[in-house]
């Protein structure tokens, strides 16, 4: 599975966004997906996954209740609707997915094989 990622952009603080990723390849509706984010300086992070199988989501807590994950089978596309954006969400945001993510690694980098290059998100006034 090849990744696309795109919807990034320099926004407000209280802004919303909405970042698409894109996936080539049949299999995208049995792969587990994910956003990560890596902001200057720092480790990538985990930002939200949903798993193919059950649809259940998973949130960091900085993005808990903000943030959205959600995937259209159809159209082999992921989506993070991003709201009440703050400058700490200032990175680039990658998009991965893997059909063999275990549920006690969900959170971690290393279970996703497939990424997106990353698309830059700057929130800043």
């Known amino acids: 599975v090849q990744l696309q990622a795109s919807g990034g952009g320099l926004v407000q603080p209280g802004s919303s966004l909405r970042l698409s990723c894109v996936a080539s390849g049949r299999t995208f509706s049995r792969q587990t997906i994910a956003w990560f984010r890596q902001a200057p300086g720092k480790e990538r992070e985990f930002v939200a996954a949903l798993r193919y199988s059950g649809g259940y989501t998973y949130y960091s807590d900085s993005v808990k209740g903000r943030f959205t994950i959600s995937r259209d089978n159809a159209k082999n596309t992921m989506y993070l609707q991003m709201n009440s954006l703050t400058p700490e969400d200032t990175a680039v945001y990658y998009c991965?997915?893997?059909?063999?993510?275990?549920?006690?690694?969900?959170?971690?980098?290393?279970?996703?094989?497939?990424w997106g290059q990353g698309t830059q998100v700057t929130v800043s006034s």
């Open positions: 991965a997915a893997d059909p063999s993510v275990i549920l006690s690694a969900v959170r971690d980098s290393r279970s996703y094989d497939n």
